[in-house]
């Protein structure tokens, strides 16, 4: 979703509604993911006493592998995000939290998709307690022991 920013730089009070969807499409490009349903993003972008806060939640499916014991799941995130954007740094803003918007259109697709993948767990376990497969016979200790393991 493109969001102009031109009222919300220039208007103090001035609100943005955003309600979309990221679709199969665009998400297809992902490298090393896969979605199952598209992302959901719901936020505003304010104006507040001059400063542009864009504030949203994405709520998605991802279909997943389990690092452990290679089961296939899907899963559901919901993650909430916050930044402020700026037509341009000084050199003391913190620039993580600062977004830099070149022209007064913005683009938000390639920032939902990075403040995603940034949160999601660097393991990905079917289950917080998987006991993965036995290192010696490939048996899924989840599914019971084998002879290597009690
Ligand atoms: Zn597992
Ligand atoms: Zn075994």
Redesign the pocket.
Known sequence: MVIRLKQLYNIVGEKVSIDYTIDDDRLKEVKGFTFSDPITVKGTVMNRAGIVSLKYSAGFTLHTC?D????EFDRDYSFDFEHILVRSLSNDDDSDEYIVTETDEFDMDELVLTDCLLSLPSKM???ED?K?LCPECGADL?QGGCDHNG
Do not use: A, D, E, H
């Open positions: 389990c452990r014991c290679l089961i376990l079917c289950r998987c993965g989840n």
